[in-house]
């Protein structure tokens, strides 16, 4: 976990603005907040988004399919950038794996109105909400889908405010605010500097890269997925 105040202070720190141990001033530090809120709304517009992972508890209604997670959907939360394959389902205190299906996957389903335990899902990945769709439908309850997922980390709410990271952005985010920082303090970023942030751009480029997975179709095994008994 770290905080924004973390990721100013190491950031001060490598343009000489701070030694190590010391603390910004608190017009340093909002200063800093802005300037670091600026920064993740500039890397939103060129796709260089930076991701956290979330946990939410979905319940699920019986005989329901699809339902809308989002700002303004059945489920209010921030929009999912991801549903991560770790997400499962929960009924009467056991957890049942879900499958995550593309489009081609859920159309190869014949019979979409069985009910019974879900065994996947198909995620329509549209703005502002998302619609996540289960096969069989829930037909027993309470059920509650577990969607771990990944989120657009848009700004920092407040110097002192949590957010859990992937390892790595932190120390990205540092080196991108110290490049921003240094004019206002007249300073002139170290070619060191300069040559890890352009690494470190060069790295969310590659992560945010949507590269296309070659898999199955559904039904059929490989060495990735699996048959779940449930869905024969």
């Known amino acids: 976990m770290t905080t924004a105040l973390d990721i100013i202070k190491r950031a001060m720190r490598q343009i000489g603005v701070l030694s190590e141990g ?3 001033s608190a017009q340093q530090a909002a200063d800093g907040l802005s300037v670091l809120n600026q920064l993740m709304a500039s890397l939103g517009n060129a796709s260089q988004m930076i991701y956290a992972p979330s946990l939410d508890q979905i319940p699920l209604t ?3 399919a699809s339902y809308t997670v989002g700002p303004t959907g059945v489920f209010v939360t921030d929009r999912p950038v991801e549903i991560l394959a ?3 389902l929960t009924y009467q205190g056991v957890s049942y794996p879900l499958v995550p ?4 996957d859920y159309n190869q389903i014949t019979v979409k109105t069985i009910g019974g335990i879900p065994t996947g899902f198909y995620a329509l990945m549209e703005y502002p909400n998302i619609t996540v769709t289960f096969w069989p439908l829930p037909a027993q309850g309470p059920m509650v889908f577990n969607m771990w997922s990944l989120k657009q980390i848009t700004e920092f709410a407040s110097l002192t ?3 859990d990271m992937p390892p790595g952005y932190d120390r990205t ?3 991108l605010l110290a490049i921003d920082l240094a004019p206002e303090y007249l ?3 170290s070619a060191t500097l300069v040559r890890n942030t352009t690494q470190a751009r ?5 992560t945010n890269a949507q590269i296309p997975r070659l898999v199955m179709p559904y039904g059929i095994p490989d060495n990735n997925t699996y048959l779940d008994w449930r869905s024969l």
């Open 187 to 189: 300073v002139e970023p």
């Open 22 to 24: 010391e603390t910004p």
């Open 161 to 163: 405010q949590q957010v």
């Open 173 to 175: 985010l540092s080196m």
């Open 62 to 64: 019986t005989n329901q």
């Open 101 to 104: 299906w593309n489009l081609a």
């Open 86 to 88: 770790s997400s499962f």
């Open 202 to 206: 060069k790295m969310l480029k590659r």
